[in-house]
């Protein structure tokens, strides 16, 4: 982003931006200050996703939805007034989203016994009144049921912790532990179904019902969403450096690039 006046004009393009081709207002991390260490040099925006010079590209998943999408800025003026905090600032604020992110992407429903962990017993129920059903199979279910009561109470805690305006590494746990183990419950809703899980129901929508969970209302549509919670919000990797260096206080990653001016950082092409 370089200064005009009152106003920054914005030239660039992001990847993996959550429902930017539904959404009027965006969220902008641009730099501002080429010659100073890259996490220094960042503003953050408000970005109207209409304004001339916003190009938004749906990408489509496995699910045949386009959640996600490419966003291509060219020549693009915001004005100053649209800054949130202070110019050079932005790193801080946007650190500060991403915890938020990550306790609601983490959280779930603190109610026992909902969000996803519904499906899999309600699969599981239906499954019981069947006929007998193999101990293998009942154990991986009562262990779905645990590790998600045990998120759910770690999750209060985090939540607790948000409310106060200082979010923690706890959203970074719950990010973590989710992802991971909403592949699981995922996984084992299949292994329920048996064969049956390997085929959608005939003429079944790819597309998302109005009326269906944020992540449908099939089984076998959750097991393909769920690959992507590992990566969306910051990967489980990711999450796991976070944790790593700021609750066990293990050392950082080698970074020789950590005080150099952005503008000398060396970069691909």
Known sequence: A???????????????????????????????????PKHKGLSYFVLDMHAPGVEVRPLFQITGEAEFNEVFMTDVRIPNSMMLGREGDGWNVAITTLMNERVALGGGDTGKGGGNIKVLMSLWAKRCQSGPVDAVLRDKVARRWIEAEVLRLTNLRARDKASTGTPGPEGSVGKLVSAELNKRISETCIDVLGADGMLFPEGYPMSRPGDAGLFGDNPRKLFLRMRAQSIEGGTSEVMRNILGERVLGLP??????????????????
Not at 4 to 25: C, M, P
């Open 2 to 36: 370089v200064r005009d006046g009152d106003e920054w004009i914005v030239n660039g393009q992001k990847v993996w931006t959550t429902l930017a081709h539904r959404s009027r207002w965006g969220m902008l991390l641009a730099r501002t200050n080429p010659d100073i």
């Open 252 to 269: 950082k990653e080698p970074q020789v690039d950590r005080d150099l001016p952005w503008s000398k950082v060396l970069r691909s092409g």
